[in-house]
């Protein structure tokens, strides 16, 4: 059985191992090491875990700024993917994201990953016209 539950901090290695295999072309500043503590300091509820008992097959983010709420980083484990564990966690995301009064969630996808872009619109997201921005501070 697979639940959706809040992170907690044994689960470090098990996402830390996720998001290896999920993103290993990622920059230094998005390896757990970094990720975990500061997303743990800021809106910690917003950090979900998929976990078959003790093992963590899944993960996302999420934030919400008072203005739009945003997903981060949803990763399965290949093993377990295509049996709704990204869905799962998803919809917990937006559930909590709605409580916390968000009427709208954004995401960003590199543009190579045509592969999530059709997990998300199967969710309902659709693709919108922007050009994305950022700067590190
Ligand atoms: C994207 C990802 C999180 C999806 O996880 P998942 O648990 O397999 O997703 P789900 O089982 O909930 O998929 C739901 C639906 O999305 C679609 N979908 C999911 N993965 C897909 C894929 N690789 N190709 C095409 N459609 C896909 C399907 O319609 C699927 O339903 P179906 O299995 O009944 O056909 C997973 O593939 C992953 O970890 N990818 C690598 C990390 C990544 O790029 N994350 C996105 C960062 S923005």
Known sequence: MIEVVTYRAHQFDGVRELWEEAFPDDPPWNRAEAAIPAKLAIQPDL????????????????????????????????????????????????????????????????????????FYCGLGYQVEERISMGRRL
């Not at 008072?66 to 990204?86: C, D, N, S």
């Not at 559930?95 to 969630?105: D, F, M, S, Y």
Request: glycine content about 12%.
């Open 47 to 118: 950090f979900l875990v998929a976990v078959q008992g003790e093992r963590v097959v899944g993960s996302v983010m999420a934030g919400y700024d008072g203005h739009r709420g945003w997903l981060y980083a949803a990763a399965v484990l290949k093993g377990h993917q295509r049996k709704g564990v990204a869905s799962r966690l998803v919809a917990e995301a937006e559930r909590r994201l709605r409580a916390l009064g968000c009427e709208k969630v954004n995401l960003q996808v590199r543009a190579a990953n045509q592969q999530v872009v059709g």
